[in-house]
């Protein structure tokens, strides 16, 4: 059974910094596509970055250079550094796995969620 587990939300002031981990069981994050998505109150998921099987990485437009995905296929987990956040981040970020090796998070199709992690940036 997969089962991923999201880390590392917190409520944080304008211009900080946080990192989010996910952790997963019963998948092997170095064969598939691995992402995070958000989503706000009232709003409808989005996806924030994607990683594939290679390492290649993707984002949303809006959030290109402040936010850095990464993995570690040892440790089975995926990472969000998210810089100089912005009240405008705050959400609920999910994790998520594609089991194509090779999508975007633009294409991304995903077969598995974590449960989410709070993410609140105060101005």
């Known amino acids: 059974q997969v089962q991923l587990v999201e880390s590392g939300g917190a409520s944080v002031q304008a211009g900080g910094s946080l990192r989010l981990s996910c952790t997963a069981s019963?998948?092997?994050?170095?064969?598939?596509?691995m992402g995070w998505f958000r989503q706000a109150p009232g709003k409808q998921r989005e996806g924030v970055a994607g990683?594939?099987?290679?390492?290649?990485?993707s984002y949303a437009d809006s959030l290109k250079g402040r936010f850095t995905i990464s993995k570690d296929d040892d440790k089975n987990t995926l990472y969000l550094q998210m810089n100089n956040l912005e009240p405008e981040d705050t959400a609920m970020y999910y994790c998520?796995?594609?089991?194509?090796?090779?999508?975007?998070?633009?294409?991304?199709?995903?077969?598995?969620w974590g449960q989410g992690t709070q993410v609140t940036v105060s101005s």
């Open positions: 998520a796995v594609d089991l194509i090796q090779w999508t975007t998070i633009a294409t991304m199709s995903v077969d598995y």
């Open positions: 990683i594939n099987a290679d390492g290649d990485t």
């Open positions: 019963g998948i092997a994050y170095s064969r598939y596509s």
